[in-house]
């Protein structure tokens, strides 16, 4: 009797268990960390439409749209300035794509790119971002990414 009785409660804890009831880790996570900062952007076309925000407000800005003149007034040269920055964000955050440009630090070479130029460009994401409506968290998240490329990227 006594072992039939072991028997039933084993049999329920394992029918309880199996509908994840006792997987209590599993049950508390967030739904955030399973999706990429790609999906949680808006995958591609946030992506795109805040590319564009950036550089219009790059060519606005005037601490640095004069390194931009030659890019924004060639349209072959623009167009793959745009995509190479939509694939870059997009293999950055977990999308599928793939970033086919030069290194950040092959790309600005010979620059000379100030702390103060590096500082004006990412203020005009952070805008982008904003006039976006992209959450804190994600905006966060995207600058953690493209923060680091600093040390590539300024030289003087
Ligand atoms: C996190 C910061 C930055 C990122 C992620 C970034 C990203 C890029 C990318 C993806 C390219 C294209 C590379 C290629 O053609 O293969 C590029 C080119 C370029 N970047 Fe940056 N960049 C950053 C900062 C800056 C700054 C601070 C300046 C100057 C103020 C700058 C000026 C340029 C210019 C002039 C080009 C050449 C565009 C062309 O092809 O005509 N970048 N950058």
Known sequence: MLNYLKILLIAGVAAICSFGA???EKAEEPPQTQTT?????????TISALVDQFIVN???????NTRFAPTISDPARARLFRLNLIDQICAGSG??????????????KEMN????????????LVSAL???????????????ILGPMQA?????
């Open 22 to 24: 006792c997987n209590k």
């Open 37 to 45: 900062l790609f999906e949680r952007l808006g995958g591609i076309d």
């Open 58 to 64: 790059i060519a606005g800005d005037e601490i640095i």
């Open 95 to 108: 999308g599928p794509c793939t970033y086919k440009g030069l290194t950040m630090k092959a790309a600005h």
């Open 113 to 124: 790119i100030t702390q103060a130029e590096f500082d004006a460009l990412v203020g005009d």
């Open 130 to 144: 904003d006039q976006l409506n992209v959450g804190e968290i994600e905006k966060k998240e995207l600058l953690r």
């Open 152 to 156: 590539e990227i300024v030289s003087r």
